[in-house]
């Protein structure tokens, strides 16, 4: 394996559209949400070690899931776990962990990669990761991969690419944010639109120089530090330290206003598995398009549900249309699935009359 590529894999979300298996204690990433025996960043991990090497994969995560990581992916070593001790969005922890990987390997290039997505083909994603790699060893450019929309979908960001870019490997135009409906349509209509995957590709040298034109102050901040990096004395600069830097996604701290940002329309199905809904659509379905995880089901006029539950459990169903019922310890939801969207809200509710 070429020992310049690197991986950072971003775990410190906390999934409360997927409460009550998704909490703040042990969020999403860590759980087997497909029912395959494989929690969400072992997958991720095992999917990115086909192409670099297990060492030089680092994962973002924050102090309290330390633990948690270290169950999942025992092979790793606590040189790898970049921790965050406060939540700051993506750019801070990116910055930090891009400069950890610099005073590693000056010459990295490296996939930024969110923990928890649902990628099927992996010898499709491979082979977009290969090439995308191949183009910033030798290209100041910022990558992007862009997913072919297959329907006007209001819950993903866009990325409008040059129309006229014959290369297989688009110029990007701009970012869009999450559309409304008509919004979304027009863009699938115009055809030079793709689904922002959240997935990032560039050499360490192109992301660092772009933090610095564009967050002087944040690249400083870090930069202040870049001597304890990789040392005994990081974790006391990072505690001291982290909490200043803006709560800001790589998105708008870089992405947005950079000129050197290109896509790769990725040749791979893909899902960021935001919510039940976008589970359910990767589940199997029994002949009612019911989507069973775990436990064993018995419908009586049932269709198009996803139900999760404890293994072995027997779960019977009637008279239910697009629901979402998770049965986890001692919380129980039943919720139309047409409304996932007010899950979040109503765990923020539910989390605002608990006493601590």
């Not at 690197?6 to 906390?14: E, F, L, N, Q, S």
């Not at 999917?47 to 899931?65: A, C, F, V």
């Not at 866009?158 to 979304?184: C, H, M, N």
Request: aromatic share 10%; proline share 5%; with cysteine.
């Amino acid at each position: 394996m070429n020992k310049n590529y690197y991986a950072i894999i971003m775990a410190g979300g906390v999934g409360s559209r997927f409460w009550p298996v998704s909490t703040p204690e042990f969020p999403k990433q860590f759980h087997d949400m497909l029912g395959t025996g494989e929690t969400l960043v072992q997958k991720t991990f095992a999917r990115l070690s086909q192409l670099i090497p297990k060492e030089n994969i680092l994962i973002l995560t924050n102090d309290k899931y330390r633990d948690i990581l270290k169950e999942q992916l025992p092979a790793i070593t606590d040189e790898q776990i970049v921790l965050e001790p406060d939540m700051r969005n993506t750019a801070p922890c990116i910055l930090y962990a891009s400069m950890k990987v610099k005073k590693q390997n000056p010459n990295a290039v490296m996939i930024v990669a969110p923990s928890d997505h649902w990628i099927e083909d992996e010898v499709q994603f491979v082979a977009n990761l290969q090439r995308s790699f191949d183009i910033c060893e030798h290209d100041n450019v910022l990558m992007t991969l862009g997913i072919l929309p297959t329907f006007p979908n209001t819950g993903y960001g866009y990325i409008e690419y040059d129309k006229l870019d014959s290369r297989q490997v688009k110029k990007v135009v701009q970012f869009r944010e999450k559309p409304d409906y008509q919004t979304a349509k027009k863009f699938i209509q115009r055809r030079n639109f793709l689904w922002n995957s959240g997935i990032f590709i560039w050499s360490v040298t192109s992301i660092l120089n772009a933090f610095e034109k564009f967050q002087p102050e944040m690249y400083q901040l870090f930069n202040n530090g870049y001597d304890t990096f990789n040392t005994e004395l990081e974790k006391q600069f990072i505690a001291v330290n982290y909490h200043k830097a803006d709560n800001i996604s790589i998105d708008y701290a870089v992405m947005e206003k950079a000129n050197n940002v290109f896509v790769l329309p990725a040749t791979f199905d893909w899902n960021d598995l935001g919510t039940w809904g976008s589970l359910y659509d990767k589940l199997p379905k029994d002949d009612c398009e019911n989507a069973m995880i775990n436990g064993n089901l018995v419908v009586e006029n049932a269709t198009n549900n996803i139900i999760r539950t404890n293994p072995g459990k027997l779960v019977v169903i009637g008279g239910l249309e697009d629901y979402i019922i998770v049965d986890k310890d001692n919380v129980l939801l039943i919720y139309p699935k047409k409304k996932e969207q007010e899950i979040k809200q109503i765990v923020a509710k539910i989390n605002a009359k608990t006493p601590d």
